[in-house]
């Protein structure tokens, strides 16, 4: 497997280390349950640097044509994309579905893009279809996710210019010396940063975090749960390829200027499929599921309507306990309109879930 710059340090603080998508990685430290709620009052120190980070820059030297360019495979406003802001966006497939969630970043002269660490090299291939621009995938950088309401006054003791990030700004700041790319973001439902910067710098920098008053180490597991409770999909799980944006209730992430009638409308692969969705609405949609037990609903858990049908109508896509919900909670694809109850087999058991809008508690991040 491989490891990150903070190996070492995972060990030190007694990470339990379990492999994440080829990568060797802690999915806890004093406690998945203790380190979700730490980051929900205080903050948490995640290691996400199995995340692909990936620079794509335009061949012109003019960085429109990279946007023009990475709009013909993701249904987003790049070309309006201000300098140094950061956007939410999904590669699509010509069926329709999705085959990759990420974020991107304007720096400027090119753009910073973040995938999902199972798909980087898939990404990294699909980008380099395009032939307006160079596609470099950073491997000698870490990427940190510092999250929770006091993540802002930490890092402003090692950065003060962060203080004045707002949600989805994107910048180069310097740490003692390094540069260091600082977005107001992350995958929690707190307000957060992500950082990147040079692994040889990566673990003294954390090791400063983690000697702010507030800060903690977390595992994946906690930013499972906490993604899971502010409704936000995984991919492989509520996102693949048989799953579109307008199902899977991403219609933001496709803006008006796309869409029909928009003056960039189309254009993406699977443009014909999904932007008629939009308008016409999809068989079934993305909700959220509330157990009235305390027994967990997992992963592929077969749904049914009623306690005694015999026709399964989804599967649960991602399911677990919400520490700050208190109680097991869901999200799968259920037919459209579906509402009251339905239930989940576990081990031949039928148990009732109620269906309820996401996200499970609100998002905190600073706009």
Do not use: C
């Not at 710098?201 to 994946?220: H, K, M, Q, T």
């Amino acid at each position: 497997m491989q490891t990150t710059a903070l190996h070492a340090l995972h060990q030190e603080l007694g990470g339990k280390l379990v492999d994440f998508a080829g990568w060797e990685l802690p999915v806890q430290f004093s406690g998945g349950i203790a380190e979700h709620h730490h980051t929900r009052t205080a903050a948490s120190l995640f290691d996400v640097s199995h995340m692909g980070q990936v620079l794509v820059r335009p061949t012109s030297g003019q960085v429109a044509d990279a946007a023009t360019a990475l709009e013909t495979l993701i249904p987003a406003s790049i070309v309006g994309l201000a300098p140094w802001r950061q956007r939410y966006g999904l590669f699509t497939s010509a069926d329709g579905g999705v085959l990759d969630d990420l974020m991107i970043a304007n720096h400027s002269t090119h753009f910073f893009l973040v995938v999902n660490a199972a798909r980087t090299e898939h990404d990294l291939a699909h980008l380099r279809s395009l032939g307006e621009v160079e596609v470099e995938h950073v491997a000698d950088r870490s990427l940190l996710a510092l999250q929770g309401p006091r993540a802002g006054g930490a890092l402003t003791q090692l950065i003060p210019e962060a203080t004045g990030l707002v949600f989805m700004d994107s910048v180069k700041l310097s740490w003692d010396g390094t540069e260091v790319w600082v977005s107001r973001s992350g995958y929690t439902g707190e307000d957060g940063f992500e950082i990147s910067l040079p692994n040889e710098r990566a673990e003294e920098f954390a090791r400063r975090l983690l000697d702010i008053d507030g800060v903690a180490p977390a595992g994946l597991g906690a930013r499972d749960s906490l993604r899971l409770e502010a409704g936000m999909p995984l991919y492989g799980h509520d996102l693949t390829e048989d799953i579109n944006p307008v199902e899977a209730g991403l219609a933001f992430a496709i803006p008006k200027v796309r869409r029909s009638g928009g003056s960039r409308a189309g254009g993406f692969p699977g443009a014909d499929v999904i932007l008629p969705l939009l308008d016409t609405g999809t068989p079934r949609e993305r909700v959220g599921l509330r157990a009235e037990g305390r027994a967990p609903v997992r992963d592929r858990a077969p749904l049914f309507a009623s306690a005694e049908s015999d026709e399964q109508i989804a599967v649960v896509t991602s399911g677990g306990f919400g520490p700050s919900v208190g109680g097991p909670i869901a999200m799968a694809m259920l037919p459209r309109g579906t509402a009251g109850t339905v239930y989940a087999e576990v081990r031949g058991k039928r148990l009732p879930l109620s269906v309820t809008d996401l996200p499970f508690i609100p998002h905190q991040y600073k706009r």
